[in-house]
């Protein structure tokens, strides 16, 4: 079966660090996976989507951006965090061929405090 | 753009009552509609979807409902227990198996 992780579990950072969170998937292969942003007690932003190695797409412009080095292995990273980059940032991993490659499946997220 | 209106944001009911949950699309292009729980501090756990090839599916107690040419579907729980407590969102599928997601749903059930 299929299992999606995320690290680390919590971060607590500066203003002005760098960031970079990891999120793998195990179990399938050529996933789609996407990296989203909930604000505490908001609806889920959309920030990257990559459908291979390699293929990023950007949702949002920020001052965050995501790579794909592996298949199977989602990066998100910043140069220099805000206050505003606060939140919950969660991967999420569907099926890269068939019939339901809609269908979305979270990680457990990474909760993120800039401070 | 997709947009996915969701109502009511928050909605409170007794243990043993039924809640539903309305989402409007405006992709008409979308055939896929999923519904996500979310209790507090996790991550959002896919409950049930339905595609467009039917208006209704059903699992246990709960059922989704859509209706393609109104451009909208529902999530129906029934008998309502305290562990439905959580945050629901719906979707809508777009371009490049991306999904569009509701505001959220903040149910609260009453024991």
């Known amino acids: 079966s299929q299992t999606i992780h995320q690290w680390p579990a919590t971060l607590v950072q500066p203003v002005g660090s760098p960031l970079s969170l990891e999120c793998t998937v195990e179990g399938t292969s050529n996933p789609n996976l996407y990296w989203y942003r909930q604000a505490a007690g908001r609806g889920l932003q959309l920030l990257f989507y990559s459908v291979g190695i390699g293929q990023i797409s950007s949702e949002v412009p920020q001052n965050l951006s995501a790579s794909r080095p592996q298949d199977r292995q989602f990066i998100l990273s910043s140069k220099k965090l805000l206050l505003s980059d606060s939140g919950f940032y969660l991967c999420a991993w569907s099926a890269g061929v068939g019939t339901y490659q809609e269908t979305q499946y979270f990680g457990p997220g990474t909760r993120l405090l800039v401070l | 753009g997709e947009n996915v209106e969701q109502h009511p944001s928050t909605l409170s009911v007794q243990e043993g009552d039924s809640a539903v949950i309305k989402c409007t699309y405006s992709?008409?292009?979308?055939?896929?509609f999923p519904w996500y729980k979310q209790e507090l501090g996790k991550r959002p756990q896919l409950i049930i979807d339905i595609r467009s090839n039917v208006g209704e599916k059903k699992d246990q107690r709960i059922a989704v409902t859509l209706n393609k040419t109104a451009k909208h579907f529902s999530l129906h729980i029934t008998e309502t227990q305290p562990e439905d407590s959580a945050v629901y969102f719906c979707?809508?599928?777009?371009?490049?198996?991306?999904?569009?997601f509701g505001k959220g749903t903040l149910l609260t059930v009453n024991p």
């Open positions: 992709d008409s292009a979308s055939n896929y």
């Open positions: 979707a809508q599928s777009g371009s490049n198996y991306k999904l569009t």
